[in-house]
């Protein structure tokens, strides 16, 4: 996720030149290389100890990281209709099509179980309440978002853009919806007990998720309903035209709101002084404010506005610069043992009913 949005700005940043690609194609190629490779460890880690799956599935904390496999499938698709379908013509939208198709469907599917998992298993209670409680309802948004910018695909026939844009726009609605709501939650829990943890604060710039994938979301499917109703007749020409300007307006607004999010994260990391470890968790900036410099490009280009797009141009210098740092010390971590856990026998939940059988890659922590 955090990898590929950075090659995705690359890509789309507001003053780009052509020595921009090669960092952008590089950094595509490795954001690839490292899912297939999670995706294949992580197969293999189910396989060899199925117990894992319903233990993960009843933690309360790691079920919620499920959404991050759909935003990471999305980060790949987004950059295959870039790049990959002027250069490739047909068969890379096709391709496009298809696994957009497989990531809403996964999207979707996360986003209704885990929050169901939330409201009726999952020991939750306010105190413990973190910001990754809305990576599921962010898949969908992102789902939304990336679907749009499939829809404006030239390759497809009318039909299949039209299907697209409308699950994109269900897509963006339950992503919101529940966003939205757990946002307000996730506030509340603030108010009561306060910043995280100095280990955790990053997490604070989770909240972003929802409210820049959002609106870039909405800005996506209004330019993808505008030229697609222009080409059909089950709806006046001038359809189009008025979602377009619903969606610019809307994705003013949610902008808007991301705002003060940004100031509650921005301030909690200052209020530490910087006096915070470099742990796994600084990648959580990445994607959220790549999402909200996604929107900001995206509102300057659609509105013409210099603001927007010296916004947009600073927000991606500093999350290059941040992927640069988090990507050079969980490499020089990971090599020296000290960024992950050593290797030990997991003690899963008692309620879960599961019992290990044998040793084991990684643990879970009980509550």
């Known amino acids: 996720m955090g990898t590929g949005v950075v090659a995705i700005l690359l890509h789309q940043m507001p003053y780009n030149s052509s020595w921009t690609n090669y960092p952008c194609y590089i950094i595509f190629g490795l954001n690839v290389s490292i899912f297939i490779s999670a995706l294949f460890i992580s197969i293999l880690r189910y396989v060899l100890w199925p117990e894992l799956w319903p233990a993960m599935?009843?933690?309360?904390?790691?079920?919620?990281?499920?959404?991050?496999f759909p935003m990471g499938l999305a980060t790949i698709v987004n950059m295959i209709v870039l790049v990959c379908v002027p250069a490739w013509g047909r068969w890379a939208a096709t391709m496009a099509w298809a696994l957009w198709w497989i990531d809403a469907a996964l999207a979707v599917t996360i986003c209704c179980s885990v929050a169901f998992l939330m409201i009726s298993v999952h020991d939750v209670s306010p105190e413990k309440l973190t910001a990754a409680c809305l990576l599921p309802a962010v898949s969908c948004i992102v789902a939304a978002s990336t679907g749009g910018q499939v829809a404006q695909m030239e390759a497809l026939e009318a039909h299949e853009a039209l299907w697209t844009l409308l699950t994109c726009y269900c897509c963006w609605a339950i992503g919101v919806f529940v966003g939205l709501m757990i946002l307000c939650i996730y506030f509340y829990r603030l108010l009561l007990f306060k910043l995280p943890s100095q280990e955790v604060v990053v997490s604070v710039?989770?909240?972003l998720g929802p409210l820049g994938q959002g609106s870039f979301g909405i800005l996506q499917c209004g330019k993808a309903a505008k030229m697609i109703f222009s080409k059909l007749t089950i709806l006046p020409s001038e359809a189009g035209t008025i979602l377009y300007i619903m969606?610019?307006?809307?994705g003013l607004i949610i902008w808007a709101m991301a705002i003060p999010w940004m100031c509650f994260a921005v301030g909690s990391v200052l209020r530490l002084k910087l006096r915070f470890p470099f742990n796994i968790g600084w990648w959580a900036f990445l994607y959220p404010v790549g999402g909200v410099a996604s929107a900001t490009i995206t509102l300057s280009a659609e509105l013409d506005s210099a603001f927007f797009r010296v916004v947009g141009e600073t927000l991606t210098a500093i999350i290059v610069l941040v992927w640069v740092i988090c990507f050079t010390r969980t490499v020089r971590g990971a090599f020296s043992g000290e960024l992950f856990p050593k290797p030990g026998v997991c003690e899963l939940r008692p309620e879960s009913g599961v019992k290990v059988r044998t040793r084991i890659a990684c643990?879970?922590?009980?509550e």
């Open 57 to 68: 599935i009843n933690h309360p904390t790691h079920s919620l990281f499920l959404g991050c």
């Open 363 to 366: 643990c879970f922590e009980t």
């Open 205 to 207: 710039f989770l909240s």
């Open 247 to 250: 969606g610019v307006i809307m």
